[in-house]
């Protein structure tokens, strides 16, 4: 069976075995992409509020720090939490998924890098892929239109909105 998910998904699926998992990029085509490995990426990132005061500020970048160079914080991120930090403290991971998309770069591959930042919302992203899922039930030119229409009027009442 094929899964299409991350790798934050294997404890809801590690009960199949990891004798049973693995993964598998996904081509479409392109010239090149025989050289390429899993997409990665996250659309979370870590963010000090500059409007904090100035001991909050060295705060939370004190605990960001210990988060990543404290046996402590590096155990709780890598292995309670399941992160992989991209940081020569991060520890080899127990999710089977990791491990074998960590295999793909072992033999060079270059990863597809996921680029969330550059997404206007939660929101935009949710009409597109609402878009897409009617049109992959019902490959019609009007269900086409309607992908087209939330991608880029969707982009463009983004823009204006964040003005």
Request: glycine share 8%; aromatic share 12%.
């Amino acid at each position: 069976m094929f899964y299409q998910n991350g790798t934050w998904e294997y404890k809801n699926i590690a009960d199949v075995g990891d004798e049973n998992l693995g993964i598998l990029p996904i081509y479409i085509g392109v010239d090149g992409e025989e050289e390429q490995g899993v997409c990665t990426g996250t659309e979370n990132y870590w963010c000090v509020n500059a409007k904090a005061s100035e001991d909050d500020i060295q705060a939370t970048l004190d605990f960001m720090n210990w988060c990543v160079t404290s046996e402590e914080g590096v155990e709780a991120m890598c292995k309670d939490m399941g992160f992989v930090i991209p940081f020569s403290s991060n520890l080899e991971s127990e999710n089977t998924l990791v491990n074998e998309a960590n295999k793909y770069l072992e033999e060079g591959k270059k990863p597809v890098t996921w680029v969330f930042s550059t997404m206007p919302s939660e929101e935009w992203k949710n009409g597109v892929g609402s878009a897409l899922t009617s049109y992959a039930a019902d490959q019609t030119d009007a269900n086409w239109e309607k992908v087209v229409s939330a991608f880029v009027d969707g982009w463009a009442a983004e823009a204006a909105a964040a003005k």
